[in-house]
């Protein structure tokens, strides 16, 4: 990798450039609902009323999803950042593989059929573990469905789908609306040749998805109820929504309990020896842990009781660096020349930070879906651990915990450049408690001008964005009139998913020196922009010059 060249412009400055993701904060299109423009958010209001700022697109094709129905995520949204370009990502990747049946051609789909074709083991089972919605997130149900058809094609005589209720990407109280067309999917596939059933299952934020090793009591109780049968018995999977919801008023999808299907008194989807087993979310955060267990010889943090032999695979490589899993269905987006790599390059001093829910974004996909680091040397991450406790019971989460660090570290002259999350809008966004919404807004916020004070002590620069928006819509809204929709004791319907909104990009330079257009109004910086412009952006004011093939800067220079 080649140094950036610098910008003899340039005049520097004193302090380091100070990139702030507001993880899941945008502009919303409806006042009601929207916990940013409802919230008092003082500082945040008079950065952007006072410095240049523009609104970057952060969902769709901006950041590589196949269409702009699509809702923008933090994986895609701090690749985007951190790359400088648009990648085709994981859903596009998928369903392009199914269309073209590149996947069914490749060698990790052939082992796992063929070995659950050998009927030297008995009835060997194909299970599909994964997100069951059609959020386009973390996977999608066509792509499970394709999956499912293609094995009947392939005469695979016995299928088990481990299914985690969605509730943050799609509707919080939508599961059935999933469930019921895709029982009668299979209902129509099966045949005394073919048996294709759901074995198991839980809300997402209870089993099997966590991720960046914050609670791998998620994991253990997943693998309890996928792979040994141990949950709560039922006999169907909609029994155990309907029987959740009766025992548990309120709970919403994400946090539904674990439960087996059984007949007889006996689970119909354990995983035993011989087996195949494909985990069909195709985005790699909250991929990673089940894996491990699944995959490590030497694996520790929790007592898998037995570790079947079976045929492994993920939907995508989730960890290009570590090549996890060994077995993949479809190759992820190369991502190279990354900003980060460039950086370390130019002998750029970086620093990292976020707490545990949001610190593999400033990091591993910050840099294009890599572990570890490009220079020891020159970078220095750092992570605060996350409570292990529902967002919603303390949002103000650990954004003032970052921010200590940061103001420590923006006077101390290690640092050329630092990026940090703030995970409040999204983290607790997700929980649909909108008052729980606006109180992490307003102690953010608090953040916000504690970091100002900081960047203009120390001479430095701040830019202030995010990867996707969130807070700004947590209500659902009528698609035709725009109305709130009201449950059925007339209170607004929590939204629990991603926004397609556009989101901020303020540009805080208090010992400006004449290289940009700089002024608190419309065409200073460059508009129709999405959040890959960020790179170039702080490559300029660092004082390099951006690589030709990176998205264009928001500046004018």
């Known amino acids: 990798m080649q140094a950036l060249k610098k910008n003899p412009a ?3 400055r004193k302090g380091p450039v100070v990139l702030v993701i507001m993880d899941g904060v945008g502009y919303g299109k409806f006042k009601e ?40 995520n933090s994986e895609v949204g701090h690749n985007a950042m951190g790359c400088g370009r648009v990648f085709n990502q994981g859903a596009a990747l998928v369903s392009r593989s199914i269309d073209t049946g590149a996947m069914f051609e490749g ?94 299952g839980g809300g997402r934020m209870w089993i099997t998805m966590d991720r960046y090793g914050a609670d ?58 011989g087996d195949s087993v494909v985990y069909f979310n195709f985005r790699g955060d909250r991929a990673l842990e089940i894996t491990a267990a699944f995959e490590d010889d030497n694996f520790d943090k929790f007592d898998r009781a037995r570790r079947p032999k079976v045929c492994y695979a993920g939907m995508m490589e989730y960890d290009g660096d570590l090549h996890v899993p060994s077995r993949y269905l479809v190759s992820p987006p190369s991502i190279d020349k990354t900003m980060g790599e460039y950086l370390a390059a130019s002998g750029v001093r970086t620093l990292a930070i976020s707490e545990t829910q949001k610190y593999g974004h400033v990091t591993y996909f ?9 220079d020891d040397k020159l970078e220095d991450y ?71 004070k900081a960047v203009s002590d120390a001479g430095a620069l701040m830019v202030i964005t995010a990867d996707h928006g969130n807070s700004d819509d947590m209500f659902e809204h009528d698609k035709k009139t725009g109305a709130v929709s009201l449950k059925e004791d007339g209170t607004p319907k929590a939204k629990t998913s991603h926004s397609l909104n556009p989101v901020p990009c303020i540009i805080y330079d208090p010992e400006y020196k004449g290289e940009y257009t700089n002024e608190p109004k419309e065409n200073c910086l460059n508009e129709g922009l999405g959040i890959s412009s960020i790179a170039s952006t702080c490559m300029q004011l660092l004082g390099f010059i951006p690589p030709d093939d990176y998205d264009k800067s928001v500046l004018k220079m």
């Open 10 to 12: 340039w005049k520097g």
């Open 33 to 72: 609902g929207d916990a940013v423009v409802n919230s008092n958010m003082q500082n945040l209001t008079e950065l952007a009323k006072n410095n240049p700022n523009t609104r970057l697109k952060a969902h769709g094709t901006a950041v590589g999803l196949p269409s702009d129905e699509d809702m923008g």
């Open 107 to 200: 060698s990790a789909w052939k082992e796992i059929t063929n070995n659950v074709r050998n009927e030297g083991v008995g009835s060997p089972t194909l299970h599909f573990i994964g997100l069951f919605s059609d959020g386009n997130v973390h996977s999608h149900l066509d792509h499970l469905k394709a999956m499912i058809v293609q094995a009947k094609k392939e005469n695979v005589k016995r299928v088990r789908i481990h299914v985690l209720f969605d509730g943050r990407d799609v509707g919080e109280t939508s599961a059935l609306e999933y469930l019921d067309p895709f029982e009668s999917f299979l209902k129509d596939l099966n045949n005394e040749n073919f048996d294709a059933k759901i074995g198991s």
């Open 216 to 273: 791998w009591s998620m994991v253990d109780r997943g693998w309890q109820t996928h792979v040994l049968g141990t949950a709560r018995q039922f006999a169907s999977a909609r029994e155990a929504v309907e029987t959740y919801r009766k025992e548990i008023p309120g709970i919403i999808d994400q946090d539904l309990k674990e439960f087996v299907v059984a007949e007889g008194g006996k689970p119909i989807g354990t995983i035993e020896d």
């Open 366 to 374: 910050f840099n294009g879906n890599r572990t570890g680091k490009f």
């Open 382 to 452: 750092i992570e605060i651990k996350s409570d292990v406790i529902p967002f919603e019971q303390k949002p103000l989460m650990k954004c003032a915990e970052i921010t200590d660090k940061v103001i420590e570290a923006i006077p101390s002259g290690k640092y050329d450049f630092i990026r940090l999350n703030f995970p409040n809008g999204d983290m607790v966004g997700h929980t649909g408690v909108y008052k729980a919404v606006i109180e992490s807004m307003e102690g953010m916020d608090v953040q916000l001008g504690r970091l100002k």
